[in-house]
């Protein structure tokens, strides 16, 4: 597995050198609009974490659609013959793909947040050195590795059921919706746990704790004081999370094994 992972990541060094290029591009910019103020809004710490969220979804979306792409081209179209004639297992084949598909989203985002700092070290811009913080960066990137790997997952999985025949016919099209359909109704369930059930796991001495007040991004499973400091991660959907991730990859090498005719 390890050749086929240092393969896979050898493919995908061009696809790398556009998503850092794009990482630097879109820290420049949001750099450069802070600097010259050119918001327009009243809480301008407010927008710029806005710019810093949206710019970084659009980089982790770029990411996915294109290993997505690329693993309907490896395991589905015609090339796919050269996929299964190596000795390797189709679980092995799976786990090297996503594995290199959150190596390149995670080079991605710390490119992205190294040069946001720079750039505001370099231009003095307050309100974003003081949103970066180690422990901020360390939480949400788990976090956020967690809703990379389910939509990653749900999203092949989508595609893995679109060569399946059900009820004696092809979905195509319908599969890949369901599974992004059901990717936004588990973020929906774990907003309601998340506002329901506050139970946090403390990240200083890793106690349970049963939260009163909440202050924090709903879907990103952190809670964190009026201070602005990490209090912990909702402990039901970080597990909820593991396991979804756990049972999306099995099955979806059950379907490439058992389900699917090549």
Known sequence: MIRYLRY????????LLLEIFLSLLSASFIGLMAKSDSL??????????????????????????????????????????????INISVGKVLMAKFLVSLIVAFISIFTYIFWLLFSSFILSIKEITIAFTVGRISTFS???????????????????????????????????VLAIVLFSLIIWIFRNIYVLSPVCLNLRN?????????????????????????????????????????????????????????
């Not at 896979?8 to 696809?15: D, I, N």
């Not at 788990?142 to 990379?148: D, E, H, I, Q, R």
């Not at 939260?211 to 912990?232: A, E, P, Q, R």
């Open 8 to 15: 896979e990541l050898k493919r995908s060094s061009g696809f």
């Open 40 to 85: 327009g809004v009243n809480d301008r710490q407010l927008a710029i974490l806005i710019l810093i969220i949206a710019q970084g979804i659009i980089i982790l979306a770029i990411s996915l659609i294109y290993f997505a792409s690329r693993f309907k081209r490896d395991i589905f179209d015609k090339s796919s013959y050269i996929t299964f004639t």
């Open 206 to 262: 890793f106690s349970l704790e049963n939260l009163i007040h909440i202050n924090g991004v709903d879907i990103s499973m952190v809670y964190m004081g009026l201070d602005g400091k990490i209090l912990g991660i909702n402990v039901r959907t970080s597990l909820l999370s593991l396991l979804i991730i756990t049972i999306s990859f099995f099955i979806n090498e059950y379907l490439i094994e058992e389900r699917i005719d090549f």
């Open 142 to 176: 788990f976090v956020l590795g967690l809703y990379y790997s389910m939509a990653y997952l749900l999203l092949v999985l989508g595609l893995s059921l679109s060569r399946v025949k059900i009820f004696k016919r092809y979905y195509n099209f319908v599969t890949i």
